[in-house]
């Protein structure tokens, strides 16, 4: 099994900043992709980014292109969403997510229990 926590959620401005975090533990070595997701009330749980295994590749969602950057420290097991530019309907509970090594689904496996992020306009 593999366990996700997120930090770094919390209140900002409009265009201000936030950098989340999502620490893995447990069998790191099975995970593959990871992601960020958000869920805003009443609203369905989307896609924000996706980084590779090596972090080598990334991929974004439009809403976010340009002002989010996803990132991954291997040594620490660690992925990071820097928040640039953020707006109010960027609030959200965020949510770190992993896939399974070898998986050809394309479905995350594992998931954190989210952190809020409120952006005041």
């Known amino acids: 099994q593999v366990q996700l926590e997120e930090s770094g959620g919390g209140l900002v401005q409009a265009g201000g900043s936030l950098r989340l975090s999502c620490a893995a533990s447990?069998?790191?070595?099975?995970?593959?992709?990871m992601g960020w997701f958000r869920q805003a009330p009443g609203k369905e749980r989307e896609f924000a980014a996706a980084i590779s295994r090596s972090g080598g590749w990334q991929s974004y969602a439009d809403s976010v292109k340009g002002r989010f950057t996803i990132s991954k420290d291997n040594a620490k097991n660690t992925v990071y969403l820097q928040m640039n530019s953020l707006k109010a309907e960027d609030t959200a509970v965020y949510y770190c997510a992993a896939q399974k090594l070898g998986s050809s689904s394309g479905a995350y496996d594992y998931w954190g229990q989210g952190t809020q992020v409120t952006v005041s306009s």
């Open positions: 447990g069998r790191t070595f099975s995970v593959s992709s």
